[in-house]
């Protein structure tokens, strides 16, 4: 099983648009994209999220989907991204542009620290890892002149 399916990339692209970026049976080019897209999103999550939890297989059609739905579009769009700048980097399309730079910049501002809905990385006491904070007695400080 796979994070993503088939149908899942429906919503986001046309079926004929897909043959035509890979018309292997096997859909090598999108598998091997989709390894890269959750590669690359586990790093930016793994810090603070419980990352095996985010990532589960995909169910089947017929059975409750448990996937987070917006990981589910940003693994999509990271997805897609990839096959085309291997297709043809000169002639990405803008939506395919622009939809990759919002899921990077959401990846990045939840690993600096965003309020994000996933779940969070803990012990095997079930205390929260992850989330360091710095805490004082003492009020800062303001030393500008």
Request: proline share 3%.
């Amino acid at each position: 099983m796979a994070f993503l399916k088939q149908s899942d990339y429906d919503v986001q692209i046309r079926s004929e648009i897909s043959k035509i970026i890979d018309a292997s049976e096997q859909r090598t080019k999108i598998l091997k994209a989709e390894k890269m897209a959750i590669a690359q999103m586990r790093n930016h999550l793994a810090g603070r999220f419980d990352v095996d939890a985010i990532f589960i297989d995909a169910s089947a059609d017929d059975a409750e989907d448990l996937r987070d739905q917006y990981i589910v579009m940003l693994a999509i769009d990271i997805t897609l991204y990839h096959i085309w700048t291997k297709e043809g980097p000169n002639n990405i399309p803008k939506t395919r542009e622009l939809r990759y730079n919002d899921a990077l910049k959401w990846l990045q501002d939840v690993q600096g620290g965003a309020a994000a809905d996933l779940p969070i990385k803990t012990d095997d006491n079930g205390n929260e890892q992850g989330l360091v904070k710095i805490w004082s007695q003492r009020q800062p400080e303001d030393q500008t002149y």
